[in-house]
C-alpha cells in the first residue's frame, strides 16, 4: 500500500512569509495528525482529525497556524506569518484508529524560517 | 503536552550489547506505542502494548508494561550498527496520540 505522502520535503522561508504544507494519507485512514518536531524534541502534536472533523487542536498556535481536511482526505497545514521559532520539521501521520492506533507517517517537511 | 518521558535522554554501546529504554508516562492509557525514527525521516511504528498486557515480544524488541507505575521498558538485544536512531514512545491521551521526549541511541560498530 501507499505511505503518507508529504510536500515539500525542504522549505525556507523568510520571517513574516507565509507557507503551506500539504498531506496524503494512507487511503481509507480516517485519523489524521499534524506534528511539530523541533530539532532534538519529540514530535509535538499539533491538531488531529477524524475523518474532516477535529479531534484535538489544543496546541495549534491559533493566531498565525491554520489547518484542514478537505472532504476527509487531503490536509493543508498553513502558518501565516512565519516566526524564526517555527523552524522544525512537520510531519503527517494517518491511522485507522478503530482497528488499530498504529500510525503511520510521512517523511516531513523541514521548514527553516530566516 | 507530552505525556511519556523516556530515559535515558541518549545512550551508546557497543554493537551486539542489549539496549533498554524507559518511559513513563502520567495518564491512564489504554495502549502504548514504541516508535524508531532515523535521522531526517518520519517515525515507524515499532510495537504495540496494550494496558492489559505484561509482556511482548517482535524480533530483537521486547516490551513490558508496568500499569501501577505507569512505567514501560524497550529492550533492543544483540544491537545493530543499523539499530542507530532516536526512539519514542507514544501514549493514547484521551483520543490524542502523545509523543514523548526520546532516546537517542548510537550502536558502534
Known amino acids: 500500500e501507499a505511505g503518507v505522502a508529504q510536500s515539500p520535503r525542504y522549505k525556507i522561508i523568510e520571517k513574516r512569509q507565509s507557507v503551506a504544507f500539504w498531506c496524503n494519507p494512507i487511503?481509507?485512514?480516517?485519523?489524521l495528525y499534524w506534528y511539530q518536531q523541533i530539532l532534538g524534541q519529540g514530535p509535538k502534536l499539533l491538531i488531529q482529525f477524524q475523518n474532516n472533523g477535529v479531534v484535538d487542536d489544543s496546541q495549534l498556535p491559533k493566531d498565525r497556524f491554520s489547518a484542514e481536511r478537505l472532504k476527509g482526505v487531503d490536509s493543508t497545514l498553513k502558518i501565516q506569518p512565519a516566526k524564526l521559532e517555527d523552524s522544525a520539521v512537520y510531519l503527517c501521520?494517518?491511522?485507522?484508529?478503530?482497528?488499530?492506533?498504529?500510525?503511520?507517517f510521512g517523511q516531513g517537511t523541514r521548514l527553516t524560517v530566516v | 503536552s507530552q505525556q511519556g518521558e523516556e530515559d535515558p535522554q541518549a545512550l551508546s554501546i557497543q554493537e551486539g550489547e542489549n539496549a533498554t529504554m524507559n518511559c513513563s508516562y502520567k495518564t491512564s492509557i489504554n495502549n502504548l506505542q514504541w516508535y524508531r525514527q532515523n535521522s531526517g525521516r518520519g517515525l515507524v511504528h515499532l510495537i504495540l502494548?496494550?494496558?492489559?498486557?505484561r509482556e511482548k515480544h517482535s524480533g530483537r524488541l521486547r516490551v513490558t508494561l508496568d500499569t501501577s507505575k505507569k512505567s514501560s521498558s524497550l529492550l533492543i538485544t544483540a544491537s545493530r550498527a543499523a539499530d542507530t536512531a532516536s526512539y519514542f514512545c507514544a501514549t493514547d491521551e484521551g483520543n490524542k496520540l502523545v509523543f514523548g521526549a526520546g532516546t537517542i541511541l548510537r550502536v558502534k560498530s
Open positions: 502494548i496494550r494496558s492489559n498486557e
Open positions: 501521520a494517518s491511522s485507522s484508529w478503530t482497528q488499530t492506533p498504529e500510525a503511520f
Open positions: 487511503s481509507g485512514h480516517a485519523t
